[in-house]
């Protein structure tokens, strides 16, 4: 009976981590700017992996491979959000910007008005 329980729970994981993962990669393809797109590549780092990681834990149950999967998640947990402020702020101080919502609404308004 735990068997079952760790094995739907494992799939579970596995399932929405993959989600997140699908929906990051879409969205580092498809989102506008650079700043999105940093966005969505810490969804997959954080979430994604997170929870593929955390049913590769279920199912090595109480061994050393859990502790090494542990290391590893501990691992991305700390330097995924640090990479990603680094990269980002790179990005900022070499004066990449993000994209003004209401100035792109703006810029549509006027183009179907055919002012631009």
């Known amino acids: 009976m735990i068997e079952i ?10 399932a929405v981590g993959g989600f997140f993962m699908l929906v990051g990669s879409f969205g580092m393809i498809r989102l506008p700017d650079f700043w999105s797109r ?9 979430a994604g992996a997170g929870l593929i990681l955390f049913g590769m834990i279920l199912q090595a149950g109480l061994t050393l491979v ?15 959000p640090t990479a990603s402020h680094a990269v980002a702020n790179a990005a900022f101080t070499s004066g990449s910007r993000p994209l003004d919502p209401v100035e792109d609404q703006t810029a549509t308004d006027d183009t179907e008005r ?3």
Not at 38 to 46: E, Q, R, Y
Not at 66 to 80: A, P, R
């Open 5 to 14: 329980v760790v094995d739907v729970l494992t799939w579970i994981s596995f």
């Open 38 to 46: 940093t966005h969505a590549a810490s969804i997959i780092d954080s």
């Open 66 to 80: 859990t502790v090494k999967l542990l290391l590893i998640g501990l691992f991305l947990f700390i330097t995924g």
């Open 114 to 116: 055919g002012q631009g």
